[in-house]
């Protein structure tokens, strides 16, 4: 993984007083989703509408909505603006917390190991908050050239516009996550683009850490260890997709699936909000759907052994045209601008694999899937089979079995299509609450029979295991989140800058040198510095990968690519070949493209997904530099070229 370099400046006034707006703005724009979500309550007809259930219902609310401004092409600074102001005040008039049960044991009462696990915990959640300002982790591959831009080219064009020659634009999402983000982009540098996923994600997580032991009925210390627990875990961080908030999101389909209401009406709006998070969480990242959709089975399932048939047919029904309701206005979108309605089950769209040049990247490849996924589920595996032997088997609780076992078939599943790549990255946002929120199990278990040692002794094990989870997940090498936090919080605290100012000023100078409203296709380091209101920049993130049809001539000659591109309208190739360390000799610069392609291609320890990848990289990055040689440049600074395909060179 390659990690930008460091911008660091020292703390200052204004580096605070900004740190400080940033912090503001995110909890105004997290309380104006959780107004959305309590007016959204309200119509379902329910008379109290508490935070924590306002907040879970405000993120397919704000999702659903943000899909009609997308289709209005109203994702503009102002209108996101009064976005937020209306929110605000829909919570401030709606939200109502619910009356306690018990008196609450003031502070000075509490025992001394619920003080303790209540200061760590709210100072753990501070910390993270506090490290989630400005991203100093983000990753040259994927976020420079892709996911930075993204909801900045949202904000700027005031919809998710189609980039057709975009891979991660095809099949990472539909546009939940692009338009969080350009949410927070409305007052926030684009250092801050990652607060949609972690400051957002961290304040949702928060309240359901604090409640979810209350709804289960657990004691005050074990609640306060179950929040420690949860909050100390940290999220894979491979790059800017969307994790923290769908890990909030999974837990909270437990919450929502075991909260009870004395209001009639509850039944059916629960059933209706447990598809809209669905929906919502899907919309983020295309794999999520397949843990979305199995939680809402096994649900059903678990429904129909508990109560009947018909509760069962009746819950898949209607959290299925919830969750379509919530995705529907961005798949119509998604249609025109990448292809397919939503990337890999209603089609491959743009993706190169739909022209049959290569084989898709969902091709199984069971050596690498028995040698890395299943070990990895193993864990799970024996966790699900403590839950149901000891567990209790009323419905309420069986809800966290149904949570562990959405995370384990679905990890087998994403495992196996994707022939075992990235188990981690899309799955963790699953497997991690469910392995969490097991301990929940097992502190009823104890409360329920205290005077059995092994009920203890099982809550004990389990609270351990979520432990060592979380500090195996925390000090991992490929990210070391734990070490790089200090890092994160320096960031935030500081003017952090992605770039260093002579790389933004380079790219200032490229600019210039295109005619204004000219469309060029992009191969670049460092695609958010460009300027999307400028010219009609589109982003080949990785080059060759997707395509308008008939699909990019990959395996003809530069020329027919030529072609290709100027039948679509594109006149200008702008391409930064730094990667081919300078690559002024061309042959020096093909020496290079061969070694990292007989690398890749000859490596089967990884998927064959990403040997695939690299040779549609090579591919185009081949006819890329053949037209280097045919096409005249219009600026050339020894690292990046602009290629203007109607001028010949002779």
Known sequence: MQIAPEGFSAITTHSLLAFMGAILWAVLAFVAMAGYGAALLRAFGLRRTPPTLSSLAGIPATVFLGGLLNAASLITVHILIAFVILGVLAAAALIRPEPPTTAPIPFAQKSVTAKVLLLLAIAVFAYRAAGSVHDCQMQISDD?????AAPLKTLELHSFRGDVFSERRVMSSIGGNEFLGALILTTQPVESAAMADWMFGLFLLGLLAFN??????????????????????PQLRFNLTFVLLPSAIFAGLVYVAAYRSDDPRWETAQLLLLGALTGAVSSMKSSYVVHGALFLFFLGLLRWRTRNLAACMRLLALSAVAGVLVMLPWMLSNISTAGTAF????????????????????????????????????????????????????????????????????????????????????????????ITLATIVFARRRNLAPTLAKYRTLYIAVAAFALLVAI?????TFTSEYKNSWRLLKASLTDYRATPASTRAEYKQLEAALPPGSTALTTVQNTFLLDFTRNNYLIADWAGAASPKPGWPLWEDSEALAQFLLAHHVRYIIYG???????????????VLDKDQLKRRTDFTITQWIREEAAVGYDARKQYMALSRTR?????????????LTQPTH
């Open 144 to 148: 420079f050239n892709y996911y930075l």
């Open 212 to 233: 979810l032991g209350k709804l289960f009925d657990l004691t005050e210390a074990q609640r306060y260890a179950l929040a420690l627990l949860l909050l100390i875990t």
């Open 343 to 434: 990337y890999p089950l209603l089609g491959k769209g743009f993706q190169y694999a739909a022209y049959g040049h290569y084989p898709p990247p969902t091709n199984p490849d069971f050596h690498i899937f028995f040698r890395k996924v299943v070990p990895f589920c193993v864990p799970m595996m024996l966790l699900l089979a403590a839950e149901l032997i000891w567990g209790e088997r009323e419905e309420r609780p069986r809800t966290l079995a149904v949570l562990l076992l959405t995370a384990l078939i679905g990890s087998l599943f994403n495992g196996l299509v994707t022939g075992g790549d990235s188990v981690r990255r899309y799955n963790y946002p699953c497997i991690l609450p469910a």
């Open 472 to 476: 195996n997940t925390g000090t991992t």
């Open 577 to 591: 070949y730094e990667d081919c360390h300078l690559a002024s000799n061309e042959t020096s610069c093909q020496l």
């Open 632 to 644: 005249r440049h219009i600026y050339d600074d020894g690292k990046i070229f602009i290629l203007d």
